[in-house]
Structure formats: C-alpha cells, structure tokens
C-alpha cells in the first residue's frame, strides 16, 4: 500500500535526517508502493520499502540532492508536463549535476553515483532542460535516480503557494489580530514539524552510520571559563552547547502572524522591541558608521576557494520576456494575428506564436552582515576561531555573488551599549572589489558586544535604499549570541527576531548563517526565528546549503512585496 497520507513512517526516521541533512530544508522520508521508482515531491521523498537498504539510501541521496540543487524549481518542471521522454532526459543530465552539486556533503560512496561528464555540461536545472530538449544521444538515467513525478511536484508547489497567499491576506479577527501581534516575537514556536538533525545517532555502525554520525554531531565542547579578548561572551550568555553539525531551516516567512506595522527611522536612531512589555523603545539605539582601519599586517588574500559559485548561479534573475517562439506559457498576439493572415492568404504559417519566459537577468542586491564582537573570537572546529571560518565564507559569498554581477555590500558589526552600535562598511555597494576590500575585511579582530537588533535595522535599512535592485537578500553571519548592556538573553533574542521579521515585512528576504560555532539548534531558533538559517561545522558545507535557502528567502520577500 502506498503512504501518501503524509504520516512520516518510523522505518525510515534514520532516512529523514539524511533528507533533511542533502536537502537543505526539512524533508521526510515515507514508503511508496513496492517495486515503484523513488520520486520526490520536494516535501518528502518516497521510496521503494522491500528494496534493499543500500538501494533505499541511494534514493534517498539522489532525490534529497534535487531539491537543494532546484532541480525541481517549478518554472522548469512545468515544461516536462505530458513529455514523459523529455523528463528522462532531463533527470538523466539533472541528476548528475544535483549530485555534484552537494558532493561537499556526500560521503564518497553516494557521490560516485554522479557522472561528471554529464553533471559538467550542465550549471542550472534551466541548462539541463535545454540540453534535453536537444538532439544529442543522452544515457537512460540510472534506477537509483528514480523518476521525476511532475503532476506532483506542481501540485505540492502550488498548494504551498496557496497557503502562503491565504495566511498572508486573510482575515484575522481584532482581538486575534492583536494576540498574534503581541505573540510575534515567536517565544512559543511550534518546530515539530521541523526534524530534529541533532537526535540520536542514525545509520547503524557501518561506513556510512558513522558519516552520517559525523556530520549531524559535534566536533568539540564549548569550555566555560570566559577567557578571552576584551567584550568577548561570558559565562551570562554562553550556550555550552555540545551539539554541533549541518543543521538548515529553510524560510518560513508566510506565517500571517508575523504582520506587524512599519517602525520608521530618523537618522541612525532605530527602535528597540521590549518583548516584556510588548512594545517598541523608540529612538533608543544610536548606530554610526565607522570607516574602516587597514592594519599594517593585513594582507589581500582569502583561504582556498570555497564551491559556493554555481549553487548561486540562478539566484535573483529577472524574466526575460522571448517573442515568437515555438512553445511557451502565453500567446503571442501580434505572431497569432500574422499566422492567420498567412493561412487565409494560403501560405504556410509560421508556428513560432508564443511567449517565453525566461529568467535570465540578474535583479538581485545582497548585504552581507558580519558579526565581529567579541564571542567570535573562540575556537572553532579544525583549529580556527569562529571569526576566522566567517570570514572566510563571507569572503567567497562576496566574490561569487559580484561575479555573478549581482549588487553586494559587506558590513561588519560591534556594540557597546545602545548608544553605541557600529557599523563596518568594508564594501559599499558602489565600491570596487579590490585589494584594499580584502586587506580592510582582514584588519577585523572580534571584540566587544553583539546589540544584533540594531545592526539588522540599520543593515536593512542601507540595503532598502542603496541596493537598487527588486530583490534584496540580508546575508546575517553571526554565531547568533545576541547580548549587550541591558541586551540580555531572551530580551536580545525576541529583538533581533523582531528586527529579522520587521525587514522581511517589507520585502527582504533574510538568511542567517552560524559557521564553526558551537551555538545550539535552539538558542539560533530563539534568536532567528522563522528567517531562514542554517548552522555548519566549516565553510566547505556551505555549498551544499545556500542554494535552496536564498532561494527560500527571495520568494518570501516576493510574497511579501505582492500582498503589501
């Protein structure tokens, strides 16, 4: 009997966090009738429960690596609707190239599953299906990629689009409307449906158990004496958490409690939220830019390159409208009118009467956010300090997303009290990327606070106004220790919750990355929210995560602009 009905079935528990962990968001894992080929519809991942188990996680591996790779991005599926031989020819060059994608969180028995002859030749799903739309030989993809289930993945696409649009603009009584108001900064959320990556070790005790126990699991434990350098965290806010791995939650945006009114800013004042009194401080933060200083050590040069390129390939395009062409998704009138008139008059028509759309323009502004306060300063997994592994991610996120010829800026952030939060603009968003962007990101030392409220607003704030672009993505790197004068714990987290929701109201899509840090799924939770975030144990994952996350985020914020 097929398991459709949605219930997660508990043979599969080990699965689902293997899903969850290659899919870059919460995916489960559910039995589908026997002897059917694995297929996914991008929320769970159904496969064969009599094949073998090495079969099962294979599966599981290839269909988990589609939906980080956006190989299931509505825009392309739809075109493979009624060409049942198109889509083999698409999974059979897609799947390759989703497998390569997230080879950085494949152990090597599962990434030999791709063919880098064929994954090469393709760097968006976009390209896959343009390559079998062709006319070159292409192999019948392998049993282990399954099948593409296109009515299904439409259907699960558009009824979460639904449900976004009807939580977004529906009707929300006064008095309820005013309990969610009050209940925004999202102490009491409910992430049952969100899998736990951090439960008991999954996968048995063979090659592939233990991977799978490495990558969900911590790499070292916090010490708790407080040392070091000056404003670092104290034992007052320290996690202690011993929990570390690839934890990811995609965007969660679309909940209608999450409303709130407009908060307006003068000059670099911005507002505070007092979650206790359930209200706003207004002109209660002071930020001030602060030029960046180069330091006479400080050299140009970032670690080795970090795969973070293609998995941002096809993030803020804008749609290229193609006319006259010979299928699309709408009529082209004046080519319709034409063809008539050449059929009337007895000639043969030319069947190119359609419009296609096309993303193909990039329209995106990002601002990358650093955070340098003090509690950045501890070590971090494979011997380098938080700030040293941030670093070195914002770098390559900086340089993969200009090339791409997106807008970006880089600011770095500290505080010291609330009249007192600064802002680092290491790169500007008219600045050039050059040596001295390097030799200033590298003149950064972590030291005092993190009043991570303030420096959300005013990032935001900068991004609204200078980023010149439809679709603007706030980029949070940060360990997600929220805590400064008066800026403690629970306080400083429902603020910065409150700031996250507050930008993604008015159309910013938010993603906030913890990299090498020991910080726990909860405390990031409490402090991020429903924005989507991801924390990693080292750069070298981030590859296999950004991808669907910003793409996540971008659409939150198109939601958002649409029904404001």
């Known amino acids: 009997m097929s398991d459709h009905g949605g219930g997660v079935d508990g043979r599969f ?10 899919g870059g968001c919460p995916v489960a894992v559910s039995g589908d009738d026997p002897q059917a080929a694995p297929w996914t519809d991008g929320k769970t991942v159904y496969v064969d429960p009599s094949a073998p188990a090495r079969a ?10 589609l939906i980080a790779a956006g190989s ?32 950085a969180l494949l152990p090597n028995t599962l990434s030999a599953l791709a063919d880098r002859t064929l994954g090469e030749r393709s760097d968006s799903a976009a390209t896959s299906l343009s390559i079998a739309r062709g006319r070159d030989a292409l192999p019948d993809p392998p049993s282990s990629f399954g099948a593409l289930n296109v009515k299904k993945v439409l259907a699960t696409a558009a009824a979460a689009a639904r449900q976004a649009d009807q939580e ?32 008991s070790p999954v996968g048995g005790g063979g090659a592939i158990g233990k991977w799978l126990k490495k990558l969900l699991s911590s790499a070292r434990k916090t010490g708790g004496n407080g040392d070091g350098p000056p404003g670092a965290d104290s034992p007052t806010h320290r996690t202690n958490s011993t929990r570390r791995g690839l934890h990811a939650v995609s965007s969660l945006a679309s909940v209608a409690s999450e409303e709130v009114v407009d908060i307006k800013t003068e000059g670099v004042k911005y507002p505070e939220w007092n979650a206790e009194r359930r209200s706003y401080r207004l002109d209660w933060c002071t930020v001030r830019e602060a030029d960046p200083q180069i330091k006479a050590h400080a050299t140009q040069q970032i670690e080795d390159a970090i ?6 390939a096809r993030l803020g395009m804008g749609l290229h409208r193609r006319h006259r062409q010979p299928q699309g998704d709408d009529i082209d009138i004046d080519a319709a009118l034409e063809a008539r008139v050449e059929v009337r008059a007895g000639s043969v028509p030319d069947e190119a009467v359609y419009l296609d759309s096309l993303r193909r323009r990039r329209d995106l502004s990002v601002l990358l956010l650093l955070d340098v306060s003090g509690s950045a300063a501890e070590p971090g997994t494979a011997g380098r300090t938080v700030h040293q592994q941030q670093r070195t991610a914002v770098a390559h996120l900086m340089v993969a997303l200009h090339d791409l010829g997106d807008r ?3 600011y770095a952030y500290y505080s010291q009290g609330r ?11 008219n600045d050039h990327l050059d040596a001295q962007v390097f030799r200033r990101l590298n003149s950064l030392e972590p030291g005092a606070y993190s009043r991570l409220g303030a420096a959300i607003r005013h990032g935001s704030a900068v991004l609204e106004e200078r980023g010149g672009t439809s679709r603007r993505l706030l980029v949070v790197l940060s360990d997600g220790l929220a805590y400064d004068h008066g800026y403690e ?4 987290a429902a603020d910065a919750r409150r700031a996250l929701t507050e930008a993604r109201r008015r159309g910013t899509g938010c993603v906030c990355l913890t990299i090498g840090a020991s910080t726990d799924v909860e405390s990031l939770r409490r402090v991020f929210g429903s924005a989507a975030h991801a924390t990693i144990s080292n750069p070298d994952q981030l590859a296999g995560v950004i991808g669907p996350m910003f793409r996540s985020a971008i659409r939150s914020g198109e939601v958002r602009r649409r029904v404001s």
């Not at 075109?79 to 897609?94: N, P, S």
């Not at 929300?172 to 990556?197: A, C, F, G, I, T």
């Not at 795969?307 to 941002?312: D, E, G």
């Open 408 to 410: 970006v800026s880089l």
């Open 168 to 199: 977004s603009v529906g009707h929300v009584p006064r008095k309820q409307e005013k309990q969610e108001l009050e209940e925004l900064d999202e102490d009491n959320v409910d992430d049952s449906d969100d899998p736990d990556l951090f439960s």
């Open 72 to 103: 299931l991005d509505p825009e392309v599926v739809g075109q493979l609707a009624r060409h049942r031989r198109l889509a083999r020819r698409y999974l059979a060059v897609e799947g390759h190239r989703a497998l390569m994608a997230n080879a």
């Open 13 to 22: 528990s080990g699965l689902d966090l293997l899903a969850s962990a290659l």
């Open 419 to 429: 009249s007192a939060v600064t802002m680092v603009p290491v790169k500007r968003f």
């Open 56 to 65: 099962q996680l294979e599966s599981v591996a290839v269909q988990a690596s």
């Open 489 to 492: 714990r629970a306080y400083g």
């Open 307 to 312: 795969s973070v390129r293609r998995p941002l």
